[in-house]
C-alpha cells in the first residue's frame, strides 16, 4: 500500500503525535488551514491537492472531519479512508475507538493552539483589534471570553 495522510495543518501536531504512537511514518501533506473559513474554498484546495499526489499514491487517510461539507461529493481515483466525525475538533476530542460524530456542546466555542493568527485565541484577539478601535475590540474580547 503507497499511502500518504492528507491533514489540515491546525492538526499538525495531532497527525506527528499519532504518528509516533503508532509508529508509522506515512508521508504527510497538509492542507492550509485558512481555507477552513470558506468550505467551498477549502473543497477546491482538496480537489487540487488530490489531483497533484503522484501516482504511485494508491491510500489517502484524511486526518480532518468534513469541515462544513468541503468533502461532499469528492471523488478521487484513489482510496480515501475518513474518520467518522463532522470536524477537526470532534476528532481531537474523540479519546475512545467508540463511534461518535459529534463530541462538541451547542453554546461553546472550540480553538486550536495559543500561537497567534488562524483560529485560535490569539488570532480572534488579533482579528478584533483590526477590525474595531482597541477599546471595543477588548469590550467584545472580554464578553467572548468572560474576561473581566
Not at 482579528?127 to 477588548?138: G, I, T, V
Amino acid at each position: 500500500m503507497n499511502c500518504v495522510i492528507l491533514s489540515c495543518s491546525t492538526l499538525k501536531d495531532y497527525v506527528q503525535a499519532a504518528q509516533e504512537a503508532c509508529h508509522t511514518d506515512f508521508p504527510v501533506v497538509f492542507l492550509d488551514r485558512r481555507y477552513h473559513v470558506e468550505p467551498s474554498r477549502m473543497r477546491a484546495h482538496i480537489l487540487e491537492t488530490l489531483q497533484d499526489l503522484p501516482e504511485e499514491i494508491d491510500t489517502v487517510l484524511v486526518a480532518m472531519g468534513f469541515c462544513g461539507g468541503s468533502w461532499q461529493d469528492v471523488v478521487c481515483t484513489k482510496r480515501l479512508v475518513f474518520p467518522r466525525v463532522d470536524d477537526c475538533v470532534s476528532l481531537v476530542m474523540t479519546t475512545t475507538e467508540e463511534v461518535n460524530p459529534c463530541t462538541k456542546q451547542l453554546g461553546h466555542m472550540y480553538v486550536f493552539g495559543g500561537e497567534s493568527g488562524g483560529f485560535s485565541i490569539g488570532g480572534i484577539y488579533e482579528s478584533l483589534m483590526k477590525e474595531y478601535e482597541p477599546e471595543m475590540a477588548e469590550s467584545i474580547f472580554d464578553m467572548l471570553f468572560e474576561r473581566s
